[in-house]
């Protein structure tokens, strides 16, 4: 009896090694694939710096479209470029020199920023439902271009606007009510004998379109800085669209 209890004893001592052995290798295994997983995504395609006022400077507008349409077949492809935010805060905290303002609509489903791959410091960013100007976003572009050096003046719009929509229904609301005077010129503006509600789509993509170049318009009349500059060749005023169905981004004559 002591014979068979002592090779009992023995056996479970040798069965618990055996698994622990194995639960460690495990273990091993995976501390292991971790710190490869990690180091890989600290090592590849990791932006960190911002713009500077040298890379700014040697900015002229065409480039700057010309990297936004890049952004965004990026963004559309999936393929966005991976950022170190944290570091580029931390650059950026001093100075800024942004290469565009963008005046983008308040619709959640459009991230200006995804929208174009660009990280932190790179673009400034107005947005209000309807994607129109008023006095404070004037103010807002003239610092951007005057003041801070930016090449880049872009109204951007989007099928599906909620503003666009509202506008071409009359609906009146509280503040809604003041704010939609601002795109009914936009409305009014298409000239269209099919039905003019926001159930015909046709209608509601020509207004969105109307509404940006009226922007456009509404900044050069009422802003002489920002339409100075464009005339001296120093930025650009252009308009663009955003298709909500697949990302892509329409840049307007």
């Known amino acids: 009896m002591k014979r068979n209890t002592i090779n009992n004893i023995l056996a479970i001592f040798f069965i618990s090694l055996l698994f622990s052995a194995c639960n460690n290798s495990q273990q091993a295994d995976v501390m292991t694939n971790s710190t490869s997983s990690t180091q890989e995504e600290t090592v590849v395609g990791l932006v960190e710096d911002v713009l500077t006022k040298v890379e700014q400077d040697a900015l002229t507008p065409d480039l700057v479209i010309q990297s936004l349409k890049e952004g965004n077949k990026r963004f559309v492809s999936n393929d966005l470029t991976a950022r170190d935010h944290s570091s580029q805060v931390r650059k950026s905290v001093k100075a800024q020199y942004p290469k565009a303002i ?17 990280g932190i410091g790179d673009i400034f960013v107005a947005r209000v439902a309807g994607n129109f100007v008023n006095e404070d976003i004037l103010g807002s572009m003239e610092f951007a271009c005057k003041v801070s050096g930016s090449k880049l003046v872009l109204v951007m719009g989007h099928e599906h606007c909620g503003a666009v929509k509202a506008a071409i229904d009359d609906v009146e609301l509280g503040n809604i009510t003041s704010m939609l005077t601002k795109i009914k010129p936009a409305v009014d503006a298409v000239s269209y004998d099919g039905d003019r509600n926001s159930k015909n789509q046709d209608f509601v ?6 509404n940006i170049t009226n922007t456009i318009n509404e900044i050069r009349k009422k ?26 981004v329409t840049f307007l004559n």
């Open 223 to 248: 802003s002489p800085i920002l339409k100075e500059m464009e005339e001296a060749g120093e930025i650009n005023i252009i308009g663009a669209l955003y298709d909500m169905d697949n990302g892509k």
């Open 102 to 118: 963008i005046l983008s609509c308040v619709d959640s489903r459009v991230p200006v920023e995804d929208v174009f791959d660009r």
């Open 205 to 210: 993509h020509m207004v969105s379109e109307s």
